[in-house]
């Protein structure tokens, strides 16, 4: 049985999704964040806290699990500016305990989300897994510091993991049964499609004097269900043994600027956008983009979806969002 923590959130949901179909999968979410609807009712699911070792404890006595997924983490950079310590508590100290239940439990493999949050600001084009980490803000700097311990526990305790790190996650499941549906939302994507839909006045353009073609930030979007592939490919390799200790990126290895991306909105969607150039936002890299090589040649994951699929998809959500 394969454990996913934070399986109701946005990515793990997607992920629960594709596995149910191969394994037997238990879902710990305590839902702060999450959507108990978004999980897949092939899937156990267990209402609990990562932070509390009672209830993570009651898992590994009640399921024999084989490996584990951990996505249950605070992920907005702004907060994690203003309010460090929520970070480093949930996404690191809440994590040290689900890696001392495993360690007690025998159980050794461990699929890690983490993130293009851990580079910083790069000073390359495109980004692979031997760009330096420097992060510029706590939730970075958690993901990292869990990063480290992970290899610690390799030389200590044989652990096996895969550390993902993400780009720029978006898109829904291709049925629109899952989504994606924050409170409150930040992200791009889903605000841009929320103003087309008239649940927005308007959107605002952080920043239009970066240092890019068109003054607007560049990132890497990459489809969820092509992120939800790459843990089950990775997955396999722990499963098959192939991988003991590894980290991979996940982008398309093609960036979009802000205003290219809401140009590809009103394309997809045939409706125009009420636009705005505001102010920066705090801690925004202007350019993150991801090589992938890596995992293509060790595993032969590669991106499948563009980013008009990625809209198309998210629009299908918007438009009838049940969550
Ligand atoms: N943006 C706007 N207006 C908005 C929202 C976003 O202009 O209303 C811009 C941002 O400034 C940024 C780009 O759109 O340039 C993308 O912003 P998102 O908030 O969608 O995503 P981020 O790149 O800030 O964040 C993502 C993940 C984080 C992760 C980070 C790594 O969501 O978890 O990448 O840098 F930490």
New binding site residues.
């Given amino acids: 049985m394969i454990l996913v923590v934070g399986g109701a959130g946005y990515i793990g949901s997607h992920v629960v999704k594709e596995l149910v179909e191969t394994e037997d999968v238990v879902v710990l979410d305590n839902l702060s964040t999450g959507h108990r609807a978004a999980v897949d009712s092939r899937a156990i699911f267990v209402k609990g806290d990562l932070g509390n070792v009672d209830d993570v404890l009651m898992v590994f006595r009640s399921y024999p699990i084989k490996a584990v997924m951990h996505f249950a983490a605070y992920?907005?950079?702004g907060e994690s500016v203003v309010d460090p310590l929520k970070y480093y508590q949930n996404n690191m100290a809440s994590t040290i305990t689900l890696l001392k239940v495993m360690m007690r439990f025998k159980v050794k493999r461990f699929i890690f989300s983490s993130?293009?949050?851990t580079y910083g600001i790069p000073d390359v084009e495109l980004i692979d897994e031997t760009s330096a980490t420097m992060p510029i803000n706590p939730?970075?700097r958690s993901k990292l510091m869990v990063e480290q311990v992970l290899a610690d526990l390799a030389t200590s305790d044989g652990l096996n993991y895969v550390i993902l790190r993400?780009?720029?996650?978006a898109g829904a499941h291709e049925s629109s049964s899952i989504g994606e549906s924050h409170d409150p939302e930040?992200?791009?994507?889903p605000?841009i499609l929320q103003q087309l839909l008239g649940q927005r006045e308007k959107?605002?353009?952080?920043?239009a004097d970066y240092d890019t073609p068109d003054g607007?930030?560049i990132?890497d979007y990459i489809h969820v269900t092509d992120l939800a592939n790459a843990h089950i490919l990775a997955l396999k390799a722990l499963l098959t043994g192939k991988k003991g200790a590894e980290i991979y990126n996940l982008g398309n290895g093609l960036g979009f600027s802000?205003k290219e991306?809401i140009e590809t909105c009103e394309k997809v969607t045939g409706v125009k956008a009420n636009v705005e150039i505001a102010d920066r936002?705090a801690g925004?890299?202007a350019r993150?983009v991801a090589s992938s090589d890596k995992i293509f040649s060790e595993l032969g994951w590669k991106a499948e979806r563009n980013l008009e699929k990625i809209i198309a998809d998210s629009w299908k959500w918007h438009q009838k969002q049940q969550y």
């Fill in positions: 992920s907005l950079v993130t293009a949050a939730y970075g993400y780009f720029n996650a930040t992200h791009l994507i605000i959107i605002s353009i952080y920043g607007t930030c990132r802000v991306v936002r925004d890299p993150l």
